[in-house]
């Protein structure tokens, strides 16, 4: 059964700061891997998808990458701002369904 | 285009009682889902569909049924409510294609308490 875990659960940092959210995976056989926004109280907004045979996408200051054989995708995002204050959620899809994580929600200070 | 829409937002039940959350999207897409959101346990896929007329079980399906009548719309039902169903419920549409760029967009979700 496939697993997705999303470290840290949350993290607070101030504006301007570059940082990285982390999404690994038990089973490699995915068909691709979804970055989420969620603001409280709203759906789930898609940042970016990576194919299977990708390696990384680009959306502005956000960038994915995706390691199959070890499991792991990460979300970076260059110069934080306030409004980037929200739920990050991860979901890869495989044969059967999509699997998704339990997120990790980010502060971002002025 | 307005994507991917929900009806009700919020709805209380007393349990027992019974409801239809209905989800209605314009891209022509083909495959559809229902969820449910609950903290500390992620999204969990309740049934889905990948086209009209055709649904399946997903994770969790005990206490719901769905339907799938016309491709723009997925309905969810709840005949007896119960106080474990109590949650957010979203939709998510995900267009055709090669398995890989499958791309879902959710909805706004109803958000659901059964008393």
């Known amino acids: 059964k496939q697993e997705v875990t999303q470290i840290p659960a949350a993290l607070s940092v101030p504006e301007g700061e570059n940082l990285v959210l982390n999404c690994s995976f038990t089973?490699?056989?995915?068909?691709?891997l979804q970055w989420f926004r969620q603001d409280p109280g709203k759906g789930l907004t898609s940042l970016l998808l990576?194919?299977?045979?990708?390696r990384e996408q680009t959306s502005g200051r956000l960038n994915a990458s995706l390691d199959k054989s070890s499991g792991r995708s990460t979300l970076y995002i260059a110069a934080s701002q306030p409004g980037d204050s929200a739920t990050y959620l991860c979901?890869?899809?495989?044969?059967?369904?999509?699997?998704f994580g339990d997120g990790t929600t980010l502060t971002v200070k002025p | 285009n307005a994507g991917v829409t929900q009806t009700p937002k919020f709805r209380v039940l007393k349990t027992g009682q019974s409801m239809t959350l209905l989800c209605a999207q314009d891209?022509?897409?083909?495959?559809m889902y229902w969820y449910r959101q609950d903290p500390g346990m992620g999204l969990r896929l309740i049934h889905y569909?990948?086209?009209?007329?055709?649904?399946a079980k997903g994770e969790v399906p005990d206490g719901y049924n769905v339907s799938r009548l016309k491709k723009q719309n997925f309905l969810l039902g709840l005949e007896s409510a119960a106080p474990s169903q109590t949650s957010v419920y979203f939709c998510?549409?995900?267009?055709?294609?090669?398995?890989?760029?499958?791309?879902?967009?959710f909805g706004p979700g109803t958000r659901l308490t059964v008393t």
């Open positions: 979901a890869v899809k495989d044969a059967g369904k999509s699997t």
């Open positions: 569909s990948v086209g009209e007329g055709t649904t």
């Open positions: 998510a549409s995900s267009p055709p294609g090669v398995a890989s760029t499958y791309e879902q967009y």
């Open positions: 990576i194919q299977s045979s990708q």
């Open positions: 891209m022509n897409h083909e495959y």
């Open positions: 089973d490699s056989a995915i068909y691709n």
